[in-house]
């Protein structure tokens, strides 16, 4: 069920959310550094903004660690916005439960990996982060 769930992300498209979203429980938990979720229909929706707003976006594993009920996934994004290529790395832990994705938490840098790269304030940040 892991390995589809991971399959699904890399093959995630505007036209395909629903196949990633039978993996996970109605009550699912998402954080990332600018979300918090807690259910399957907002899950959907971010992912379909995520579609509106980003040109060609894209998740590749790179790899992962199964162990239990938590698993831990290395993964690079990749995009186009403001007319920039962006693509950076991240960890995810996801935990299930049964046979469905109960928790799903994404670690990464968003200064370094998006607001250093913006026109103006990009500057700004790239200070902060050396």
């Given at each position: 069920?892991?390995?589809?769930?991971?399959?699904?992300?890399?093959?995630?498209?505007?036209?395909?959310?629903?196949?990633?979203?039978?993996?996970?429980?109605?009550?699912?938990?998402?954080?990332?550094?600018?979300?918090?979720?807690?259910?399957k229909r907002d899950m959907k929706k971010m992912l379909e903004k995520m579609f509106e707003?980003?040109?060609?976006?894209?998740f590749k594993v790179l790899y992962y660690i199964k162990k239990s009920k938590i698993n831990l996934v290395k993964w690079e994004f990749s995009c186009i916005s403001f007319k920039r290529n962006f693509a950076f790395t991240g960890l995810s832990e996801v935990e299930i439960k049964g046979s469905l994705v109960t928790k799903h938490v994404d670690f990464w840098d968003s200064?370094?990996?998006?607001?250093?790269?913006?026109?103006?304030?990009?500057?700004?940040?790239?200070?902060?982060?050396?």
């Open positions: 069920m892991f390995q589809k769930y991971l399959e699904s992300f890399e093959n995630l498209k505007e036209d395909n959310i629903d196949q990633l979203l039978k993996h996970v429980s109605e009550n699912i938990i998402f954080i990332d550094p600018f979300h918090k979720i807690t259910n707003r980003l040109e060609s976006p894209n200064g370094k990996s998006i607001y250093c790269n913006l026109p103006v304030v990009g500057k700004i940040f790239k200070k902060i982060h050396g």
